[in-house]
């Protein structure tokens, strides 16, 4: 199977932010990337968080949630390999 028609099931996003809770995460994927993105979320990222969706292209935004000095690490998104379609 080629890269181009892998999909994924998103299933989880593992935060890694400093302080935890302080920014909210929404995650947006599509299964082609002229297709209209079906949004999941707004999450707290305090903890593994399950997602639960289908989709061959992923993008994350991160928000502030509360007006304070907060980072972003390395966060990490659970996925296993779908069919094709």
């Keep these: 199977m080629s890269a181009s028609r892998a999909v ?4 989880r996003y593992i935060p890694d932010e400093k302080p935890l809770g302080d920014v909210r995460l929404t995650l ?4 082609w990337p002229t ?6 979320g707004p999450f707290a990222a305090n ?6 969706f289908l989709a ?5 935004r991160v928000d502030e949630a ?4 907060w980072r ?3 966060p990490r998104i659970g996925v296993v390999p779908g069919g094709r379609r």
Excluded: Y
């Design 66 to 69: 509360v007006a304070t000095l």
């Design 47 to 52: 903890s593994p968080t399950n997602t639960r």
């Design 28 to 31: 947006k994927g599509s299964l």
């Design 56 to 60: 061959r292209n992923v993008r994350v």
């Design 35 to 40: 297709d209209t993105e079906k949004t999941v």
């Design 8 to 11: 994924m099931h998103v299933n």
């Design 72 to 74: 972003l690490g390395v």
